[in-house]
T-cell receptor
Framework: DAGVIQSPRHEVTEMGQEVTLRCKPI?????LFWYRQTMMRGLELLIY????????DSGMPEDRFSAKMPNASFSTLKIQPSEPRDSAVYFC?????????????FGSGTQLSVL | AQKVTQAQTEISVVEKEDVTLDCVYE???????LFWYKQPPSGELVFLIR??????QNEISGRYSWNFQKSTSSFNFTITASQVVDSAVYFC?????????????FGSGTRLSIRP
């Protein structure tokens, strides 16, 4: 299995631009998580989905952030408009609730820099 | 509300020393799961261990061992005879409820540096 795939690996954009981060979870996994990592705030859970349905989006910082999961194999995290304080590493992770030794499988992350 | 505290921001030891990373958690649930993840300099997050709240047995895996104590709400991680390759940021995490695939909250991490 290819693991959780995130794209792009690096994104540099200017303040005010729209940014879309993409994630392909591991096939068969029914949970998908978006995390943001910064030096100041560590690893923050932004939102998670179960069977493509958003379960908890209380970690989404503000209305500029939105996430979708149109099907079991794809999710996006969109920031519009982007701001310098959104600069961070964004991780996507997936898991399968039915496994007896379940754990989060993380993607390699997207390093976002907003200038 | 669930919370994970890793009070040690950074630890630096000399190779071959033993080192313990502390983790204290808060939860109102009687069923919960605890995790440790490792983030090496390359940036990916690597799963190390998962424990459920009903299993307080300590676990040993090679040079790694974990001490789970419900009485003190702690889930500490010890590396014996540390090696330079152990240098990384280590995260403790907590998930409440009957499924460990539900909301997982991470501590702020402990940056471990092993000096040769």
């Amino acid at each position: 299995d290819a693991g959780v795939i995130q794209s792009p690996r690096h994104e540099v954009t200017e303040m005010g631009q729209e940014v879309t981060l993409r994630c392909k979870p591991i096939s068969g996994h029914d949970y998908l998580f978006w995390y943001r990592q910064t030096m100041m705030r560590g690893l923050e859970l932004l939102i998670y989905f179960n069977n493509n349905v958003p379960i908890d989006d209380s970690g989404m910082p503000e209305d500029r952030f939105s996430a979708k999961m149109p099907n079991a194999s794809f999710s996006t995290l969109k920031i519009q408009p982007s701001e310098p304080r959104d600069s961070a590493v964004y991780f996507c992770a997936s898991s399968f609730a039915g496994m007896t030794n379940e754990k989060l499988f993380f993607g390699s992350g997207t390093q976002l820099s907003v200038l | 509300a669930q919370k994970v505290t890793q009070a040690q921001t950074e630890i630096s030891v000399v190779e071959k020393e033993d080192v313990t990373l502390d983790c204290v958690y808060e939860t109102r649930d009687t069923t919960y799961y605890l995790f440790w993840y490792k983030q090496p300099p390359s940036g990916e997050l690597v799963f190390l261990i998962r424990r459920n709240s009903f299993d307080e047995q300590n676990e040993i895996s090679g040079r790694y061992s974990w001490n789970f104590q419900k009485s003190t709400s702690s889930f500490n991680f010890t590396i014996t005879a540390s090696q330079v390759v152990d240098s990384a940021v280590y995260f403790c995490a907590l998930s409440e409820g009957s499924s460990s695939a539900s909301k997982i909250i991470f501590g702020s991490g402990t940056r471990l540096s092993i000096r040769p």
